[in-house]
């Protein structure tokens, strides 16, 4: 059964959380994400941004996090532009403000 998702705080000032949005050939399939922490002192791999702040709150559909089962609700809006960020082929990184800050 899902539990949703929640994260532990950062563990030092210096680290950020980053999704990940797992590849998919097929566009319309549920959205997976993974969520991990990394360090600012060490080079990062290149990443874009993205403000969740939009849509309808009312109406929420959640998305996979993680291999441990965790749901997220994320508004319709915000499933759809992940949907059109989610690569075919390769895992796409955003630094996603609900999402990532502590």
Known sequence: MASPFY???LSTTDSIRIVGITPN????????CTVSEYSLAQPLEPFEALAY???DASDK???MIG????YLPI???FLNALKS???RDKVRLIWIDAI???
């Open 75 to 77: 508004t319709r809006n």
């Open 25 to 32: 050939h097929d566009l319309e399939a549920q959205v997976h």
């Open 67 to 70: 291999d441990n089962n965790q």
């Open 7 to 9: 994260h532990q705080p």
């Open 100 to 102: 990532c800050i502590n």
């Open 53 to 55: 702040a939009w849509g």
């Open 61 to 63: 559909i959640p998305i």
């Open 85 to 87: 960020l989610r690569r």
